[in-house]
């Protein structure tokens, strides 16, 4: 599933078609297509994993869920969910999910949970967490209304640089360490952005798909389906804490959005 730097890295490429006047809608999706046709492109926006296009009277969400992708001036030999032509070229999203949102989107969307975005707000995001002490940490770097943007990679890299296990508990986590895992939730999601232009992302990572740990040199715990959220992990016993005990992680609260 593509995560909150690479939906920026979309948007990016698609600025070209930002202004120009949709001439074809068709595809798979269930929406009113013909309503599209003639509308105007006013922005492309992002949102953690929701990649947005804002047209004259309706905005659309694509969602790329787990194994969506994109082509830009090029077709798959798939049907595509929706392909959008303009005078300059062509759109085409693929096992996506498409959605029409009514109204401002500054309405629809909290910008100071997007990781990516300006309106970030780390002080509200340490508020919400201070509020749901019964989240594990490998559950709220997935909860999008936390973190909007963090997906599986984010998650495992930022709890291996902030030497907590994933299994820790949210609440226990000294004042200190709760800053410094929102802090490093941003500022790990921007080198993504980085590597992920270069092409360099893989050789970066430190724990995610990793065997070794490379502090400590010894295996990696690799579980299948860790948490509440049930996803991937990678993390070391030795170097990354537990904060809370057994009884209190079966006591674990459930995320809100952590696919979303």
């Not at 969400?61 to 300059?88: C, D, M, T, V, W």
């Not at 599986?152 to 907590?164: A, C, D, G, M, S």
């Not at 299948?224 to 070391?236: A, D």
């Amino acid at each position: 599933m593509p995560e909150g730097p690479s939906i920026v890295i979309l948007r990016e490429e698609v600025a070209p078609f930002t202004g120009q006047a949709i001439e074809r809608a068709e595809g798979s999706a269930k929406l009113d297509k013909a309503r599209l046709v003639g509308q105007t492109v006013r922005s492309f926006r992002s949102w953690g994993k929701h990649f947005l296009i804002e047209l004259d009277d309706v905005s659309l969400r694509i969602h790329l869920l787990l194994f969506g992708s994109y082509r830009i001036n090029e077709r798959k030999e798939s049907a595509p969910r929706l392909s959008l032509g303009f005078a300059n070229g062509e759109l085409n999203f693929y096992g996506c999910s498409v959605q029409p949102i009514e109204g401002p989107l500054d309405e629809a969307y909290d910008w100071s949970a997007d990781v990516m975005s300006d309106a970030w707000d780390g002080r509200a995001t340490l508020k919400k967490l201070r509020a749901r002490p019964r989240l594990l940490a490998c559950d709220a770097l997935l909860d999008q209304t936390l973190f909007s943007g963090s997906g599986n990679i984010i998650k495992n890299e930022v709890l291996f640089r902030t030497r907590i296990h994933p299994l820790s508990l949210t609440g226990d986590l000294p004042a200190a360490k709760l800053r410094e895992l929102v802090r490093e939730v941003r500022t790990y999601s921007f080198e993504f952005l980085q590597w992920k232009r270069e092409g360099t992302l893989k050789a970066h990572w430190l724990a995610h798909t990793k065997t070794t740990c490379p502090r400590c040199k010894i295996p990696f715990v690799k579980a299948k389906e860790l948490g509440r959220s049930k996803r991937r992990s990678f993390y070391c016993e030795r170097c990354q804490k537990r904060y809370g005990s057994d009884a209190s992680t079966q006591q674990a609260e459930q995320p809100i959005a952590e696919i979303d």
